[in-house]
């Protein structure tokens, strides 16, 4: 398979958290090849941007022009553009690339610093003629529209610059949020509910970053959206907590949550006894992540993000065995396509209490395979075992 070649056209950021430095380390854990045209050098941290130097209009262009002209593109993403005129000509240099292109609007830090003046900001709009899709969070999309309905400016947005745009709910108020792609004859809508977590540094960049390699990967933007928005939640779970303000995401911490073709990353083995099996693989030194005796049932978590279950069978009527869980994706197309091709399930895709969706079958040997897709809930379901953290810990 092709390694999907994304440029990321965006500005520094040197306490890791966002812009060129959550874009390359989001492209990298999802398996393509970053390649950057730097546009603004700031001096940050998670306590906010104490310095911004914008890189010259001539030097971004010749980064970009250097890695066009070697290495190819599939897609890109743009980010911090650094002034009025950089936009503009990057907007020009866009023009002779037919690839994709996932606009991130950024004007203003997590920390509340402002990244963008008002001369940049107004030549957004020729950004937007280029892009395949706008993703601003609601004040970004508020100020380029000056519409208080972000529906309504989003609808505006895709009427002027004929670019689809995502509608962000991060910044909403509650628990139960909402994000909307809007293209001219769509709309599609998901709907999560917030991780309790203060860092939040560099959301925007790795959402898009991630929306525009799965784009130079050819999926369908619909898609590329949904499988962006599993990595971020991803990485919000595994943020490593850095820093005084809002910290990093922990995008180092997705490895086999998101990424192409059937993933193994659950086994599930029967049993009888559930306290000396569950004491069992403690003492093997895995992290019990689900402790549900009333259901039989435990879940583990291994280095590296693998899970690895246990059922027992209380009334022993069956012997122990095993059943391997492959993740897919595209779990209902894959499953159409192998029963097409003559594949026998003993049931089709199914959602199951526990959350995720299964499909079953068996090999030639009689094993139990299931064909599943569990995202988010297969390591941080609702029920996860809460770990204590000590004080110390979390001033790091």
């Known amino acids: ?12 950021d040197s306490g890791g958290g966002a812009g060129i430095q959550a874009d390359i380390k989001t492209i990298t854990m ?25 890189v010259p209009t001539e030097m971004v262009l010749a980064q970009i022009d250097a890695v066009v002209g070697d290495i190819g593109v599939d897609a890109v993403k743009l980010g911090m553009i650094g002034s009025a005129f950089t936009a503009e000509q990057v907007a020009l240099r866009l023009e002779g690339i037919d690839v994709p292109i996932v606009f991130d609007p950024v004007m203003i830090a997590t920390s509340g610093a402002a990244l963008a003046d008002h001369a940049t900001i107004a030549a957004f709009g020729r950004l937007m003629d280029r892009a395949t899709l706008t993703t601003p969070n609601l004040p970004e999309l508020k100020r380029l529209t000056g519409d208080d309905d972000p529906i309504a400016g989003a609808l505006s947005l895709v009427s002027r610059h004929r670019c689809a745009v995502l509608v962000k709910g991060g910044h909403e108020e509650g628990d139960a949020l909402a994000d909307a792609l809007i293209e001219e004859d769509n709309l599609t809508s998901w709907q999560g509910q917030r991780i309790d977590t203060t860092s939040t540094h560099g959301t925007g960049c790795t959402l898009a970053s991630a929306i525009a390699f799965h784009l130079g990967c050819g999926e369908s933007l619909a898609r590329a959206v949904e499988r962006a928005r599993l990595f971020v939640r991803m990485a919000l779970h595994e943020a490593p907590g850095l820093g005084h303000g809002p910290g990093p995401l ?34 093997l030194g895995l992290r019990q992540i689900v402790d549900a005796p009333e259901n039989h049932y435990a879940r583990f978590e291994s280095a590296g993000g693998a899970t690895f279950s246990i059922q027992i069978d209380p009334e022993e009527v069956i012997s122990e065995s095993t059943a391997v869980y492959f993740e897919c994706d595209d779990l209902d197309q894959r499953v159409e396509r192998l029963a097409r091709a003559g594949t026998a399930f003993e049931h089709g895709p199914r959602d199951q209490p526990w959350m995720w969706r299964e499909a079953r079958l068996r090999d030639p040997a009689g094993n139990t395979v299931f064909l599943y897709k569990g995202g988010e809930a297969r390591r941080y379901p609702p029920w996860r075992l809460i770990e204590s953290v000590a004080p110390a810990a979390t001033a790091q």
């Open 1 to 12: 398979m092709k390694t999907p070649r994304i440029l990321v056209i965006a500005g520094s």
């Open 30 to 54: 999802l398996g393509g090849h970053a390649m950057t045209a730097i546009t603004a050098i700031t001096a940050q941290n998670t306590l906010g941007v104490s310095a911004v130097h914008p």
């Open 250 to 283: 922990g995008q180092q911490g997705v490895r086999l949550d998101c990424g192409a073709g059937p993933r193994l990353n659950q086994v599930t083995v029967t049993g009888k006894d559930y306290a000396a099996m569950t004491a069992f693989y403690r003492a």
